[in-house]
């Protein structure tokens, strides 16, 4: 069967460079998970006024204060069925600075003919993403419209207090490697978060996700 990723992109996802179709080609049908090792090139962050921002961001493991340069990092990419039955990857990334580990969490499920990103330990943000490619097969994906869920609080996230993402993933045939260049605006105050690095993948064969990768919590509210 397809994966999430060909079920929300159709016909574009072909278009994806081999290296990429094979990626985010990862599901549970296929038995196999994508786990990639390398540096970030540089990590920055906005001004002195996002710390706060990001330090929220940092209880959850939604986002990461820290900034560097040549930051080891991992990024684990493995397909499981969630609590709800639907099918889920991991896109879970942890960083080595400065002797200590920051990690980023987040699951993304197919939900009405779109993936849905569930950031941080507890789920509690739902995040659209858009899915195209550009003239070079490389993969740009864009945040759009995000709600938060907590017990039986549930509302549309405002932008105001958020940032929207846009991500390019590419593959470099010369050096055999991925490449991910991210920024984080807000909508009135800027940038506030990006990274750009390199990694290599390794494919394993899997039936589960193991328990560290996944969410203290899963939500069922899209």
């Known amino acids: ?22 990626r985010f080609g990862v599901g549970v049908d296929r038995g196999e998970a994508c786990v990639g090792l390398g540096t970030m090139t540089q990590i920055r962050r906005g001004p ?26 991992i990024i684990e990419n ?3 069925r969630d609590p709800f039955g639907r099918e889920t990857v991991t896109f879970v990334r942890e960083y080595t600075i400065n002797d200590h580990r920051s990690r980023f969490d987040a699951t993304m ?8 990103d569930y950031l941080g330990t507890h789920q509690h943000l739902a995040v659209d993403l858009a899915l195209t490619v550009d003239e070079t097969g490389a993969l740009i994906l864009t945040s759009d419209a995000q709600r938060f869920y907590e017990g039986p609080i549930a509302f549309r996230f405002p932008m105001i207090f958020s940032g929207r993402a846009r991500l390019r993933e590419s593959f470099d045939e010369r050096t055999n490697t991925f ?13 506030l978060f990006g990274y ?14 193991p328990e560290r990768l996944k969410p203290k919590r899963h939500e069922n509210r899209i």
């Not at 499920?109 to 849905?116: E, K, S, W």
């Open 1 to 22: 069967m397809s994966s999430i990723f060909e079920e929300a992109m159709g016909r574009d996802f072909e278009r994806l460079h081999p290296m990429l179709q094979r």
């Open 48 to 73: 002195w006024w996002t710390v706060p921002f990001l330090q929220i961001g940092r209880l959850r493991n939604i986002l990461i204060p820290d900034t560097g340069t040549d930051i080891p990092f």
């Open 78 to 80: 493995y397909p499981y």
């Open 109 to 116: 499920v197919l939900a009405d003919g779109r993936i849905v």
């Open 179 to 191: 490449h991910v260049d991210l920024e984080v605006h807000n909508d009135r105050f800027g940038f």
């Open 196 to 209: 750009t690095g390199s990694f290599t993948c390794e494919w394993i064969p899997v039936t589960d996700a």
